[in-house]
Nanobody, 115 residues
């Protein structure tokens, strides 16, 4: 079982930036698709970004050009750099390893974008 621990959430003003981190137990990057998802109150969990074992990335249309997913294999850590944040980005952000259906999830970190 992969263990994932997110950090880096918080309160930020519109237009600001945050960087989320996801520390994974063990060496998983050669095995798993990694991703970030988010869930706003009253809404379903949605995909934000993914990165494959070959470093190919994919983004939700709503975050393209503003968010960047990356990973540091030496630290077993995945990052989500979020720029130009909007109030609609407010949500709990979850790290995932292995895909939405059968993968492992972190506990989530709250991101609030508000003035």
């Amino acid at each position: 079982q992969v263990q994932l621990v997110e950090s880096g959430g918080g309160l930020v003003q519109p237009g600001g930036s945050l960087r989320l981190s996801c520390a994974a137990s063990g060496s998983i990057f050669s095995k798993y698709l990694m991703g970030w998802y988010r869930q706003a109150p009253g809404k379903q969990r949605e995909l934000v970004a993914t990165i494959t074992t070959g470093d190919s990335t994919n983004y939700a249309d709503s975050v393209k050009g503003r968010f960047t997913i990356a990973r540091d294999k030496s630290k077993n850590t995945v990052y989500l750099q979020m720029n130009s944040l909007k109030p609609e980005d407010t949500a709990v952000y979850y790290c995932n390893a292995g895909g939405r259906t059968y993968g492992s999830w972190g506990q989530g970190t709250q991101v609030t974008v508000s003035s």
